[in-house]
């Protein structure tokens, strides 16, 4: 191999070591405790601006209802769902792969142009950690380097008294947000129910919440930044799902490089804006160096960004050393596009967007199927008339029971249901068949179209048209020969 290719490519193996190891970890496999520096500057207002309205968004949507109903129901124990309002089952299986199929696409094609904005700024886990968590630890055990004093301090009064104080304000908001979580999935009156009847009498709902609340309380007060980092599969993601025209939070090298220690005396010839000051490593909630490259640890939290903003306007250099950048519009100068990439997701995008609202447009509320009984052809009954038998399957997709009466349309005869009357249950699926006989004199063809009506209390709502099957009329002339 050429000397010069191989020297710059021991240069790049040695600059990307960082990467064989998580910034959270040791070398002999312990976990690195965090303690980043309190963040401030405009991206952490504004965060916390949009933390607090999408935390009142979810501490309120469960109150939210429509018709009685619950505005959003996650229910996965009994596969019933309810979205802005409208009640979704087992029946609309389609519609949720579909939907499923489109929110993958549209995360791919998301991260592929933004990077990883919404781990910054919608994540729940950052949103309560950053926003929650992290501040409650600010007020009661003050910023980082009081936090590490803190911690290799003795324990005296003061020490227990702020530790144990912390771990039950933690618990608290972990019952909280289990509770929050739960009302998503047993919907919030049942939840009212399981607080306020006897506990005796909801014990599988107690120890859910329990086990929640004990989930929460370990991701938040102990696992913390690595459920992004070893456990969030969207995180794990980002190699495979950034490209260098995506927009990460990123450290302009170009203009950073060769950093220096700051000196007021010396000018900025001959060296990059960086001053080695080592404050956007000192707020990182993860841990890491944001000046080494983008990494799978940095989830976006914007606090390098504010850090070396600050430290910019104090040395007089322009801000935005770390900014929301791509490493081309770093590294080439050039402007932002819409690459081919994302132009190929958008367009996938569309179309099952598209397919989606199409079949979201056409879902009724009962879906209603009615065929001839497979085998059978007709039946020749007394009275000189003609029977077919028919199956019948129906699907009640409201939140509603109804009382379902089957009428023939615009012919003359008999419908009969097999069995008793209809009633069908909110979400609820019914089998049945139904004898339909007409007179034989009426039926010219083989094959009759015929409607049947499908009513709710007299009020139609729907119409199926099938046929009906009748022996072969005999012609004149087979009615001489007999
Ligand atoms: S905060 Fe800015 S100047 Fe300071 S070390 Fe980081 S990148 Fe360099
Ligand atoms: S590198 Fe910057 S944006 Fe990324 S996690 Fe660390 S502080 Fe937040």
């Given at each position: 191999m050429n000397e010069d290719i191989l020297e710059k490519q021991l240069y790049d193996d040695e600059a990307e070591t960082f990467r064989n190891q998580l910034a959270t970890v040791t070398d002999d496999g312990k976990r690195k405790w965090v303690y980043p520096k309190k963040p401030s500057g405009k991206f952490h207002r504004a965060r916390i601006i949009v933390s607090a309205i999408l935390l009142l968004i979810l501490i309120l949507t469960p109150?939210?209802?429509?018709?009685?109903?619950?505005?959003?129901?996650?229910?996965?124990?009994n596969r019933?769902?309810?979205?802005?309002?409208?009640?979704?089952?087992?029946?609309?299986?389609?519609l949720l792969v579909i939907a499923m199929i489109s929110l993958i696409v549209f995360v791919i094609l998301f991260t592929a142009v933004f990077g990883r904005i919404f781990c910054g700024w919608a994540c729940p886990q950052t949103i309560f950690m950053e926003m929650v968590f992290r501040k409650i630890e600010y007020w009661i055990e003050g910023d980082s380097k009081d936090q590490r004093k803190l911690k290799s301090a003795p324990w005296t009064g003061t020490k227990f008294f702020k530790k144990f104080t912390k771990q039950i304000i933690f618990f608290g908001i972990a019952f909280i947000i289990s509770n929050i979580f739960l009302s998503y999935i047993i919907g919030i009156d049942e939840l009212i129910k399981i607080i306020t009847d006897p506990p005796?009498?909801?014990?599988?709902?107690?120890?859910?919440?329990?086990?929640?609340?004990?989930?929460?309380?370990?991701?938040?007060?102990?696992?913390?930044?690595?459920?992004c980092t070893i456990v969030c599969p969207y995180g794990r993601l980002q190699g495979v799902l950034l490209d260098r025209d995506s927009i990460v939070i990123a450290y302009d090298n170009i203009r950073g490089e060769p950093r220096k220690k700051f000196k007021k005396d010396e000018g900025w010839e001959n060296r990059g804006d960086c001053i080695e000051c080592y404050q956007c490593v000192e707020v990182c909630p993860t841990g890491i160096d944001i000046r080494n490259g983008s990494q799978l640890e940095c989830v976006n939290c914007t606090a390098c960004i504010d850090a070396c903003d600050d430290i910019m306007d104090k040395i007089k250099r322009p801000r935005g050393l770390i900014r929301y950048a791509s490493i081309n519009s770093i590294e080439k100068k050039t402007k932002w596009k819409f690459t081919t990439r994302a132009i190929g997701y958008s367009a996938l995008l569309t179309v099952l967007l598209t397919v989606f609202v199409i079949l979201l447009a056409n879902r009724t509320d009962f879906s209603v199927t009615v065929l001839r009984t497979p085998g059978l052809l007709y039946q020749e009954q007394p009275n000189d008339m003609v029977s077919n038998l028919y199956d019948?399957?129906?699907?009640?997709?409201?939140?509603?029971?109804?009382?379902?009466?089957?009428?023939?349309e615009d012919v003359e005869g008999e419908l009969k249901l097999v069995g008793n009357k209809i009633v069908m249950q909110p979400q609820g699926n019914i089998d049945s068949k139904f004898l339909v006989l007409l007179p034989k004199d009426e039926l010219t063809t083989m094959n009759t179209p015929i409607d049947i009506g499908i009513y709710n209390e007299e009020k139609l709502i729907k119409k199926i048209s099938t046929s009906f099957l009748a022996p072969m009329k005999k012609t004149v002339d087979e009615d001489e020969e007999d």
């Open positions: 109150f939210l209802k429509v018709n009685g109903h619950p505005f959003m129901l996650f229910d996965f124990l019933k769902f309810i979205l802005f309002g409208i009640l979704f089952g087992p029946h609309d299986f389609h005796s009498e909801h014990l599988q709902g107690l120890f859910a919440i329990t086990v929640f609340s004990g989930i929460f309380y370990f991701v938040f007060s102990n696992f913390r930044e690595q459920a019948l399957n129906m699907v009640n997709k409201t939140f509603n029971k109804i009382a379902i009466t089957l009428k023939l």
